[in-house]
Structures are given as C-alpha cells and as structure tokens.
C-alpha cells in the first residue's frame, strides 16, 4: 500500500515535469507579427551603455551623452575614437552586447551606425550562442558587392539595418567588431541605436557575410576574453 503511493506520487511528478516541458516548447515557437510592434531591448544610449562593453586588448568606443551638443545630429551614442593614441595602436575595436533570451525562434535587431574619415575599414555583426555566425558586414574596401546589397552603406550618415534573427540555437549575444584601414587611422566609427524586437524585420539587411566567402579574413570564432 504504501509502496504503490510512493509509485503513484513519483509517476505524478514525473508527469509534472514533462507538462511543464512542453507548455515551454509551446511558448518556443514563432512570435507573429513585426518585430517593430514587440521590442523588448531598446538603446539609444542616453541613459547609460546598455551593458555594452569593450573587449580589452583593442581600441576602446566611449558613450558620448551631451544634451547641449550634438555629435554626428545626436545626442547619445557610443563613440569609437578612431583618432585617439590608444584606438592607433589598435587593428580596430570589439563591443560585445548583453544576451538576449531566444523567447521566441525569430527576432529581429535594429541597429545604426555612422562613420567618417578613411580610418574605417570595415564593420561585421557577429552573433553567438552554441555557434559563431556573421550575420552582417560591410567593408568599404568591396564597393562592388556593398552596392548590390539593399541597403547602400554611406558616410557621414546614419545607417540602420534590420537583421532577421534565428534563434534556433539559444539565448544570443552580438559581437560588433570594427577593423581600421591601417594606412590612415583617422575618422569616427559610432553606434546609435541597438533594439531587440521578436518577430519579423519588415525589411531584411542581413547578409551572412555574404556566407564568408568573399570575407574569409573574417574570425568568426572569436575569443571569451
Ligand atoms: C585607407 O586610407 C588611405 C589613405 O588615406 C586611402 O587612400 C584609402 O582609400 C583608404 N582605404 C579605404 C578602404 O577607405
Ligand atoms: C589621412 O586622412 C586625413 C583626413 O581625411 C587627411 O587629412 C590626411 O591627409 C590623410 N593622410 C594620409 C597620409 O593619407
């Protein structure tokens, strides 16, 4: 009597844990919708870096904050110095980003960015979970691909991006990495916007780094530290 109890309280249990299981993996599926309409991470960097940080060992983006003084038509946005003593001692700069939980199986990530000068060469948008997958860049270098791309990347203005997500693999975080032209540091590299949206991209910039073909230089295996 006392063992079929037992018996009967484990089996219980046991069917508690695989009801749970399986509302999760209902709730795991695709969010309907624009993305646009559910963002759940907004940055503007005006009140604080977003828990952005800086890979140590590279050159070093700075939140510039000036409600009196706009720097490239704004006032908030993280600023890499490309100019700076430290960023010349530098091939380029990494921001690495909070995670970000995979709620749903499709997201989307607006991001935009600005650049001046010939000190930059080139950007790419690298996202990890159980993998590293480059999933954006641009290289000022290969005009000849960049101009096919549907969104035309251009100087001294902002330029925003919506990168369809899968998150197939799990929680995610970016690496956004910037590589300066070595024969002249010189110029801004800057980011303004960072939001997290689950849902579809109402359009579509992400280019896989064209599948590392024409970027092979490109680490896509970035290290932890
Ligand atoms: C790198 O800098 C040199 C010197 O200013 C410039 O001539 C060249 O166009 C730059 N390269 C790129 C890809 O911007
Ligand atoms: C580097 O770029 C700056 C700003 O565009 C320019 O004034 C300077 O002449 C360039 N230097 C070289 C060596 O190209």
């Known amino acids: 009597m006392v063992t079929s109890l037992f018996c009967f309280t484990v089996i219980l249990m046991m069917t508690n844990g695989l009801e749970s299981t399986s509302s999760y993996d209902e709730k795991y599926y695709y969010q309907p919708g624009f993305a646009a309409d559910n963002i759940v991470s907004r940055c503007d ?8 940080r800086n890979q140590h060992n590279l050159a070093l983006y700075n939140r510039y904050f000036n409600q009196n003084k706009l720097f490239f ?34 997201a989307c990530l607006f991001i935009s960015y600005r650049y001046n000068g010939p000190g930059f060469l080139r950007f790419f948008i690298i996202q990890q979970d159980n993998d590293n997958r480059c999933i954006y860049s641009y290289d000022c270098s290969k005009l000849f691909i960049s101009s096919s791309s549907t969104n035309i990347i251009q100087e001294n203005k902002w330029n925003s991006l919506e990168l369809q997500l899968d998150l197939n693999e799990g929680d995610v975080r970016f690496f956004l990495e910037t590589h300066f032209n070595s024969t002249n540091k010189s110029g801004y590299f800057a980011i303004g916007d960072f939001n997290f949206g689950y849902g579809y991209c109402q359009n579509k910039n992400e280019n896989h780094c064209y599948d590392n073909i024409v970027n092979r230089h490109i680490n896509v295996a970035p290290t932890a530290n």
């Open 45 to 52: 960097f005006s009140i604080n870096s977003c828990r952005f």
């Open 73 to 106: 038509d704004r006032h908030s946005l993280l600023l890499l110095n490309i100019n700076s003593q430290r960023s010349q001692q530098y091939p380029g700069a990494r921001l690495l980003t909070p995670y970000y939980q995979a709620k749903y199986r499709n």
